[in-house]
């Protein structure tokens, strides 16, 4: 089967959500789903970009969004 995954649907998949400085909430840490690789750490300095691709299921779909990346 196919999968698409949106924001926090997405760290959700995850191993566990980190938020070390509670920026999204007073929970510092949440396990995920588990079912994906990754764990996503929140940071308070982030940059925002747009994004566009398309999702190919039965047939092409554009999508867009944004992209979020740490900046050190």
Same mark, same amino acid.
């Given at each position: 089967?196919?999968? +698409?995954?949106?924001?926090? &649907? %997405?760290?959700?998949?995850?191993? !566990?959500?980190?938020?070390? $400085?509670?920026?999204?909430?007073? +929970?510092?840490?949440?396990? &995920? %789903?588990?079912?994906?690789?990754? !764990?996503?750490?929140?940071? $308070?300095?982030?940059?925002?970009?747009?994004?566009?691709?398309?999702?190919?299921?039965?047939?092409?779909?554009?999508?867009?969004?944004?992209?979020?990346?740490?900046?050190?």
């Amino acid at each position: 089967g196919k999968l +698409i995954a949106i924001c926090g &649907g %997405l760290q959700m998949l995850g191993q !566990s959500l980190h938020d070390p $400085q509670q920026l999204e909430s007073n +929970i510092t840490e949440f396990k &995920g %789903l588990g079912l994906m690789p990754y !764990s996503t750490q929140f940071e $308070q300095h982030k940059r925002l970009t747009t994004q566009i691709g398309i999702i190919n299921l039965s047939d092409y779909i554009p999508v867009k969004g944004y992209e979020t990346a740490i900046i050190n």
